[in-house]
T-cell receptor, first 115, second 114 residues
Framework: GDSVTQMEGPVTLSEEAFLTINCTYT??????LFWYVQYPGEGLQLLLK?????DKGSNKGFEATYRKETTSFHLEKGSVQVSDSAVYFC??????????????FGKGTKLSVKP | NAGVTQTPKFQVLKTGQSMTLQCAQD?????MSWYRQDPGMGLRLIHY???????DQGEVPNGYNVSRSTTEDFPLRLLSAAPSQTSVYFC?????????????FGQGTRLTVV
């Protein structure tokens, strides 16, 4: 069935380091792709999204490009900050998935950034 | 603008007790859903609703009931709590059913069943 595979954590980086969190998915169609972020003690909030192939989503210095040929949506940031410490979830949506467009979440990657 | 409001934020239940987790949204979204979050498991869909009067099961529906009598409210009922239902529960709403728009999440309810 349809699924999403996300790089497992936890990931620990020093401030100003480069971040990549890998995400790949299997799907029969062409879903929209989302990254959500969960800060400690909070619910999930949208970080960025891309709705079609080759689109690049970006927000708060984070970027991810919709790669149809590799079915991937890797999250990157050139210089992380302590405030980026959170759990990051990759989530295909749209017509993908068995529940009329529900998001299918990866298991999440916990990022800790040290000063 | 409140967005999605969940209550309570924390709850401890004894095995066999029942309770209702409340979820309300003020964005007039058609689509609402409940997820549970467990360590190493990501978020798993429990139940969802595509509009008032319409609900359906997600990936892990056993032990839970839902109803959607209004657009705004989507309560989740635990019929007879079990320790396996210890988890963090999130309610979400989206504007459309096809998932192309942003999902808004509540702050979560941390439930412990002893």
């Amino acid at each position: 069935g349809d699924s999403v595979t996300q790089m497992e954590g936890p990931v620990t980086l020093s401030e100003e380091a480069f971040l990549t969190i890998n995400c790949t998915y299997t799907a029969t169609g062409y879903p929209s792709l989302f990254w959500y972020v969960q800060y400690p003690g909070e619910g999930l909030q949208l970080l960025l999204k891309a709705t079609k192939a080759d689109d690049k989503g970006s927000n708060k210095g984070f970027e991810a490009t919709y790669r149809k040929e590799t079915t991937s949506f890797h999250l990157e940031k050139g210089s992380v900050q302590v405030s980026d410490s959170a759990v990051y979830f990759c989530a295909p949506g749209g017509e993908y998935g068995g529940s009329q467009g529900n998001l299918i979440f990866g298991k999440g990657t916990k990022l800790s950034v040290k000063p | 603008n409140a967005g999605v409001t969940q209550t309570p934020k924390f709850q401890v239940l004894k095995t066999g007790q029942s309770m209702t987790l409340q979820c309300a949204q003020d964005m007039n979204h058609e689509y609402m859903s409940w997820y549970r979050q467990d360590p190493g498991m990501g978020l798993r869909l429990i139940h969802y609703s595509v509009g008032a009067g319409i609900t359906d099961q997600g990936e892990v529906p056993n032990g839970y009931n839902v109803s959607r009598s209004t657009t705004e409210d989507f309560p989740l009922r635990l019929l007879s709590a079990a320790p396996s239902q210890t988890s963090v529960y999130f309610c979400a709403s989206t504007q459309t059913r096809v998932g192309h728009t942003e999902a808004f999440f509540g702050q979560g309810t941390r439930l412990t069943v002893v």
